[in-house]
Protein backbone atom coordinates (compact mmCIF):
# COMPACT_ATOMS: atom_id res chain seq x y z
CA UNK A 1 0.00 0.00 0.00
CA UNK A 2 1.18 3.46 -0.68
CA UNK A 3 1.98 6.06 1.76
CA UNK A 4 2.11 10.02 1.54
CA UNK A 5 5.83 9.83 2.28
CA UNK A 6 6.20 7.02 -0.83
CA UNK A 7 4.18 9.05 -3.35
CA UNK A 8 6.66 12.36 -2.54
CA UNK A 9 9.27 9.99 -3.25
CA UNK A 10 7.79 8.78 -6.46
CA UNK A 11 6.84 12.24 -7.81
CA UNK A 12 10.20 13.82 -6.83
CA UNK A 13 11.58 10.96 -8.71
CA UNK A 14 9.14 11.26 -11.73
CA UNK A 15 9.82 14.92 -11.76
CA UNK A 16 13.87 14.34 -12.15
CA UNK A 17 13.11 11.92 -14.64
CA UNK A 18 10.79 14.20 -16.67
CA UNK A 19 13.45 17.06 -16.64
CA UNK A 20 15.13 15.43 -19.26
CA UNK A 21 12.51 15.41 -21.92
CA UNK A 22 11.39 19.11 -21.18
CA UNK A 23 14.45 19.94 -21.57
CA UNK A 24 14.87 18.33 -24.93
CA UNK A 25 11.77 20.17 -26.34
CA UNK A 26 12.56 23.49 -24.66
CA UNK A 27 9.40 23.19 -21.98
CA UNK A 28 9.62 23.59 -18.47
CA UNK A 29 8.27 20.43 -16.25
CA UNK A 30 6.47 21.13 -12.61
CA UNK A 31 4.61 18.25 -9.99
CA UNK A 32 1.08 19.21 -9.75
CA UNK A 33 0.10 16.50 -7.08
CA UNK A 34 -2.00 13.61 -7.81
CA UNK A 35 -4.02 11.20 -5.91
CA UNK A 36 -2.84 7.66 -4.36
CA UNK A 37 -4.71 4.89 -2.21
CA UNK A 38 -5.71 1.11 -2.55
CA UNK A 39 -1.59 0.58 -4.03
CA UNK A 40 -1.94 3.32 -6.77
CA UNK A 41 -0.45 6.34 -7.12
CA UNK A 42 -1.68 9.03 -9.91
CA UNK A 43 0.64 11.59 -10.68
CA UNK A 44 0.05 15.13 -12.20
CA UNK A 45 2.74 16.67 -13.98
CA UNK A 46 2.46 19.58 -16.38
CA UNK A 47 5.01 20.69 -19.35
CA UNK A 48 4.18 24.52 -20.47
CA UNK A 49 6.58 27.07 -22.62
CA UNK A 50 8.47 29.84 -20.92
CA UNK A 51 6.09 31.88 -22.02
CA UNK A 52 2.95 30.39 -21.45
CA UNK A 53 1.02 32.46 -18.84
CA UNK A 54 2.32 35.34 -20.59
CA UNK A 55 0.42 34.41 -23.90
CA UNK A 56 -2.93 33.07 -21.84
CA UNK A 57 -3.11 36.53 -20.54
CA UNK A 58 -3.10 38.41 -23.94
CA UNK A 59 -5.01 36.30 -25.49
CA UNK A 60 -7.45 36.27 -22.49
CA UNK A 61 -7.52 39.45 -20.75
CA UNK A 62 -9.21 41.51 -23.28
CA UNK A 63 -12.43 39.58 -22.43
CA UNK A 64 -12.24 40.44 -18.99
CA UNK A 65 -11.71 44.23 -20.29
CA UNK A 66 -7.98 44.48 -19.38
CA UNK A 67 -5.52 45.39 -21.72
CA UNK A 68 -3.84 42.64 -23.71
CA UNK A 69 -0.12 43.76 -22.84
CA UNK A 70 -1.31 43.93 -18.88
CA UNK A 71 1.24 41.01 -17.77
CA UNK A 72 3.88 41.55 -15.04
CA UNK A 73 2.05 45.05 -14.57
CA UNK A 74 3.03 46.66 -11.09
CA UNK A 75 -0.11 47.80 -9.61
CA UNK A 76 -1.03 49.07 -5.63
CA UNK A 77 -3.63 47.34 -3.54
CA UNK A 78 -4.47 47.75 0.51
CA UNK A 79 -1.15 49.75 0.27
CA UNK A 80 1.04 46.66 -1.29
CA UNK A 81 2.68 46.08 -4.27
CA UNK A 82 1.19 43.13 -6.67
CA UNK A 83 2.23 42.14 -10.20
CA UNK A 84 0.22 40.60 -12.66
CA UNK A 85 1.30 36.84 -12.87
CA UNK A 86 -1.63 35.03 -14.54
CA UNK A 87 -4.94 34.53 -15.41
CA UNK A 88 -7.32 31.74 -14.86
CA UNK A 89 -9.94 32.12 -17.42
CA UNK A 90 -12.57 29.72 -16.21
CA UNK A 91 -12.50 31.28 -13.03
CA UNK A 92 -15.36 33.47 -12.94
CA UNK A 93 -15.16 35.33 -9.22
CA UNK A 94 -11.33 35.88 -9.64
CA UNK A 95 -9.60 35.16 -12.70
CA UNK A 96 -6.22 37.23 -12.08
CA UNK A 97 -3.78 35.93 -10.38
CA UNK A 98 -1.00 38.22 -9.10
CA UNK A 99 2.38 37.92 -6.79
CA UNK A 100 3.05 40.48 -3.54
CA UNK A 101 6.27 42.57 -4.75
CA UNK A 102 9.34 40.88 -2.41
CA UNK A 103 7.71 37.81 -2.10
CA UNK A 104 6.05 34.76 -3.96
CA UNK A 105 2.70 34.75 -2.23
CA UNK A 106 0.30 34.26 -5.02
CA UNK A 107 -2.89 36.72 -4.24
CA UNK A 108 -6.20 36.00 -6.13
CA UNK A 109 -7.79 39.24 -7.80
CA UNK A 110 -11.21 40.35 -9.69
CA UNK A 111 -11.23 42.21 -13.25
CA UNK A 112 -12.31 45.18 -12.18
CA UNK A 113 -10.34 45.19 -9.14
CA UNK A 114 -7.33 44.87 -11.33
CA UNK A 115 -8.28 47.43 -13.89
CA UNK A 116 -9.18 49.93 -11.54
CA UNK A 117 -5.52 49.76 -9.86
CA UNK A 118 -3.88 49.47 -13.50
CA UNK A 119 -6.34 52.70 -14.93
CA UNK A 120 -4.76 54.87 -11.43
CA UNK A 121 -1.81 53.86 -12.14
CA UNK A 122 -1.51 55.11 -15.31
CA UNK A 123 -2.75 58.31 -14.72
Known amino acids: MLDKTTARTISADALAALQAVADKHGLTVTAKGGTYGGGVFAAKFEFKTGDADAEDYALYAPSLGLPP ?32 VGTDQRFKFTADAVRAALTKEAS
Open 69 to 100: DGYGAIFTSGGEEYVVDSIAPRSWKRPIICKK
